[in-house]
Structures are given as structure tokens and as C-alpha cells.
């Protein structure tokens, strides 16, 4: 058993605090590899953005969660040794179970995410408040979700969006003293959000339904999920370089810097980074046949996952600049 505070992590509460104090969202990206903590490690060192850095039931799987535990705190090292004043979050990715995020809580993470979201609307409460009972204990956050996002989540698969019904959100936050909601809105997972032919054909979020849950909740910590833009620069590249995307489109950039606008305090990105390093590595082994090292190909795709990180959260997120707060 190991506390964050060990770690050298923090919880979400001071993140959120100043985020819906300074109206921005703090950015959730997803980690399976070395590569991509390095890349977040430096792109929000460098933008001075504080971070969550998910780790999903797939990743543990992948990785190995012992593994990754301790590439965390290697991050957190690494922070310190390249002089960057970050704010640092491990947060576990839509965990399925009370069993789970235990065993992440146990394990040094300092926020847990319990997505009950599939579940009746009481079975949703009792469980997430054993979560929190059990993480508030030892001062770790607690992230819950209503409503369900339409796609495929690691255990929840719906053909269609049950947004979230804003006139539940007061008493499903009370009944479970959760510290953040995720809400369904509009937004899903992957890099095929929604069936159109064009860009212009993209429908709005339900602005009306999170603008009625931040009334609802007030200062309350509001998430989105599945909130990968799909860019189209990287879907091309991989269509030129081999590969066979079609009609991939995400969620717009200003339909998110409108969120942050509205309450949204964490918005999740994983797609994004996933296609930055598929269409870097494709072009850069169709460029360079004769070359086999795996840091040929993977160093440029992590610097293109820099770029973007920063991009992101000073033109999207607005939480570049704000690590200073945070402390
Ligand atoms: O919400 C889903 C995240 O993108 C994690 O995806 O389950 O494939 O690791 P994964
Ligand atoms: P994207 O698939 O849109 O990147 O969403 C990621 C996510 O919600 C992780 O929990
Ligand atoms: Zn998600």
C-alpha cells in the first residue's frame, strides 16, 4: 500500500478549485506507454498546464499496473528534474468496479474515476459512494458519471447517447459526496463521433443540458468525456501513408473552448494522441524504409504529441499557464 502524497501526486480538489475559479478545464490524457507519459510530462511542463494523467482498465491490462505505477512516479521525477512546477494527477479511467478503484487507491493513484454510468440510477449511487467512502478516507478524489455517452466504453457499449437528465445531478452528487461528474452531452469515444459526411455537418453539444447541470450544481466540477477533436491533419497523413480511416470526425475545437466557458473543469483526450502517433509513425517508416530502431520512429512521433499537448491546452483548454495557481 503507498499513498500519492509519497508519490509526489496531488489530488483533483486545488485543480478544480482554480479551474472554475479561472474558467478552464484541466486536460485527462491517457497513457499506455513510455512515450506518451514522456510527452505529456514535457508538453504540459512546458505550457505550464497542470495534468491527469488516466490510466484505463485497458492500459493496466496492456502496460501492466505495476508497471505503470511506477512509470507515474518516474514522471513525477522527471517533472522535477527538467525544473517544471507541475501539478500532477494519476487517475484511473472509467473503472468498472469498487474492487478496482480500491486496488488504484492502494496503489498510489490520487484520483479514481467509478463510471456506474450503465447502471440503475440507485445500484449508480450505492457503489460510487463506497468508492468515495473508501478513497475520501485517504484524501483521493472521486470522479462519477451520469448519463451514457454513445459508442464503445471498456464496459458500456450503446448505439445511442442517454444524455444526462439535468434533474438528477443535485441529488446524485449529494447521496454521493462525489468530487467530479462526467455528464453525457453529445460527446463519445473513438475517432468516429458521428455519422456524417462533412465537417460542416457536425450537430452541437447539448450546451442547454450542461448549462441547466452547472446551474443545477453551481461551482461543481464538470467532465467531459470523449472530447478528441479526430484532426483532420492527422487523419490525412494516415490515409496518405497507408492506412484507411473514413468519415472520422471529432469533437470541435471551439465547441470545446465554449465548454470550458461553461463549467467544464476536465476535459478527457485520448483519441487525439493516438492518431498523432499513428500518422507520425506511418509516414516516418514509409519516408525512411531501411530504418528498424524504435526511437527513429517513436522519437518524432512524441514530439508531435508535445506539440499538440501544448496547442491544446493554450488555444483549447486555457490551462496553459495556470500550473502557478495550483500550488
Ligand atoms: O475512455 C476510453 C479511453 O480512451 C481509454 O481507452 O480502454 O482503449 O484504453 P482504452
Ligand atoms: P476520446 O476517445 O474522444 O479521446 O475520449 C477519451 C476519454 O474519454 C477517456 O476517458
Ligand atoms: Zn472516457
Known sequence: ??????????????????????????????????????????????????????ISQGARAYANQTMLRYLAQGGVRMAMELGYSLPLVLHLDHGSSFELCKACIDDGFSSVMFDGSHLEYEENIEVTKKVVEYAHERDVSVEAELGVLAGIEEHVKSDVHHYTE?????????RTGCDSLAISIGTSHGAYKFKVEKEEDIPELRFDILQDVRKRLGKFPIVLHGSSSVLKKYVDTINNFGGSLQKAFGI?????????????SKINIDTDGRLVFTAMIRKYLYEHPEHFDPRQYLGPARQELIEMIKRKN?????SAGQAIYIK
Do not use: H, W
Not at 500519492?4 to 497513457?31: C, D, H, Q, S, W
Open 252 to 264: 470541435p475545437e471551439e465547441q470545446l473552448r465554449k465548454a470550458t466557458q461553461y463549467g467544464v
Open 166 to 174: 439535468p434533474g438528477q445531478v443535485e441529488d446524485f452528487v449529494s
Open 314 to 318: 493554450k488555444e483549447v483548454l486555457g
Open 1 to 54: 500500500m503507498v499513498s500519492f502524497k509519497e508519490l509526489g501526486l496531488v489530488n483533483t480538489k486545488k485543480m478544480f478549485e482554480v479551474a472554475l475559479e479561472r474558467k478552464f478545464a484541466v486536460p485527462g490524457y491517457n497513457i499506455n506507454n513510455l512515450e506518451q507519459l514522456q510527452a505529456i510530462i514535457i508538453g504540459c511542463g512546458e505550457s505550464e498546464s497542470p495534468v491527469i494523467i488516466q
